[in-house]
Protein backbone atom coordinates (compact mmCIF):
# COMPACT_ATOMS: atom_id res chain seq x y z
CA UNK A 1 0.00 0.00 0.00
CA UNK A 2 1.79 3.34 -1.21
CA UNK A 3 -1.34 5.63 0.32
CA UNK A 4 -3.96 4.23 2.12
CA UNK A 5 -7.70 5.66 1.51
CA UNK A 6 -11.23 4.02 0.46
CA UNK A 7 -10.74 1.15 3.04
CA UNK A 8 -8.28 -0.30 0.93
CA UNK A 9 -6.47 -3.22 2.15
CA UNK A 10 -2.96 -4.70 0.39
CA UNK A 11 -2.96 -8.13 -0.69
CA UNK A 12 -0.67 -10.77 0.85
CA UNK A 13 2.95 -11.35 -0.60
CA UNK A 14 3.05 -14.11 -3.27
CA UNK A 15 6.22 -16.76 -2.89
CA UNK A 16 8.47 -17.50 -5.71
CA UNK A 17 8.11 -20.45 -7.34
CA UNK A 18 11.74 -21.33 -7.03
CA UNK A 19 11.21 -20.90 -2.99
CA UNK A 20 8.01 -22.49 -1.66
CA UNK A 21 4.85 -21.51 -3.62
CA UNK A 22 3.38 -20.47 -7.38
CA UNK A 23 4.61 -17.56 -7.85
CA UNK A 24 2.03 -15.53 -10.66
CA UNK A 25 1.15 -18.52 -12.53
CA UNK A 26 -2.41 -18.15 -11.23
CA UNK A 27 -4.23 -15.11 -9.70
CA UNK A 28 -3.51 -12.71 -6.94
CA UNK A 29 -4.72 -10.01 -5.35
CA UNK A 30 -3.13 -6.81 -5.15
CA UNK A 31 -5.31 -4.77 -2.82
CA UNK A 32 -9.24 -4.86 -1.86
CA UNK A 33 -11.91 -3.23 0.12
CA UNK A 34 -14.30 -4.51 2.24
CA UNK A 35 -18.07 -4.03 0.78
CA UNK A 36 -19.81 -0.77 1.29
CA UNK A 37 -16.16 1.04 1.99
CA UNK A 38 -15.81 4.73 1.85
CA UNK A 39 -15.76 6.64 -1.47
CA UNK A 40 -12.09 8.08 -2.39
CA UNK A 41 -8.68 6.94 -3.43
CA UNK A 42 -6.04 4.55 -2.64
CA UNK A 43 -2.48 3.99 -4.48
CA UNK A 44 -1.34 0.37 -4.55
CA UNK A 45 1.68 -0.72 -6.07
CA UNK A 46 3.71 -3.37 -6.30
CA UNK A 47 7.91 -4.88 -6.68
CA UNK A 48 8.74 -7.61 -8.46
CA UNK A 49 11.73 -9.79 -7.93
CA UNK A 50 12.15 -11.71 -10.82
CA UNK A 51 13.76 -14.85 -10.00
CA UNK A 52 15.40 -17.67 -12.26
CA UNK A 53 16.82 -20.68 -12.10
CA UNK A 54 20.60 -20.85 -13.15
CA UNK A 55 19.92 -22.94 -16.18
CA UNK A 56 17.55 -20.66 -18.52
CA UNK A 57 18.97 -19.85 -21.71
CA UNK A 58 19.40 -16.14 -22.19
CA UNK A 59 17.34 -14.68 -24.36
CA UNK A 60 14.38 -12.30 -24.87
CA UNK A 61 11.19 -13.21 -22.21
CA UNK A 62 7.51 -11.42 -22.55
CA UNK A 63 4.59 -11.77 -20.95
CA UNK A 64 1.16 -10.23 -19.99
CA UNK A 65 0.33 -9.05 -16.85
CA UNK A 66 -3.34 -8.23 -16.16
CA UNK A 67 -5.14 -5.79 -13.74
CA UNK A 68 -8.95 -5.61 -12.94
CA UNK A 69 -10.65 -3.15 -10.72
CA UNK A 70 -13.92 -4.13 -9.88
CA UNK A 71 -16.19 -1.86 -8.08
Known sequence: ???AGAGAHAGA???SGIDSGAGLTG???LGS???G???GTATLGAALDLRLPTTTESGT???TL???ALS
Do not use: F, N
Open 1 to 3: MVA
Open 13 to 15: AVA
Open 27 to 29: SAV
Open 33 to 35: ADA
Open 37 to 39: HAK
Open 61 to 63: YTT
Open 66 to 68: TLT
